[in-house]
């Protein structure tokens, strides 16, 4: 089993900045796909990013690409979300999920394993 913890939410203006971190314990996660996934008060839970198991795959929701950027540090079991020009249509709990496919890098959440219990993010002046 692999437990993962959502760090780095909070409060920040329109065009901020804000890092998420997703810390793993239990089996390593080196060989998983792992993603970030936000939801909204009253709507679906929609995919933000993922990022394959070696770090050499990205995927972006469009309503975010060239502003959110995931990374991955297998040798500390973390994953990090850096948000940047931040609007307040970003404003949501964001999940850290993980994907035991390693050849695949699902926008679906159905299709991941194992999640966080969310951290939010308020983007608001």
């Known amino acids: 089993q692999v437990q993962l913890v959502e760090s780095g939410g909070g409060l920040v203006q329109p065009g901020g900045s804000l890092r998420l971190s997703c810390t793993a314990s239990g089996r390593t996660f080196s060989g998983y796909t792992m993603g970030w996934f936000r939801q909204a008060p009253g709507k679906e839970r929609e995919f933000v990013a993922a990022i394959n198991w070696s770090g050499g795959t990205t995927r972006y929701a469009d309503s975010v690409k060239g502003r959110f950027t995931i990374s991955r540090n297998n040798a500390k079991n973390t994953m990090s979300l850096q948000m940047n020009s931040l609007k307040p249509e970003d404003t949501a709990v964001y999940y850290c999920?993980?994907?035991?496919?390693?050849?695949?890098?699902?926008?679906?959440?159905?299709?991941?394993?194992?999640w966080g219990q969310g951290t939010q993010v308020t983007v608001s002046s």
């Open positions: 999920a993980a994907d035991q496919r390693r050849a695949i890098v699902s926008v679906t959440s159905s299709e991941y394993d194992y």
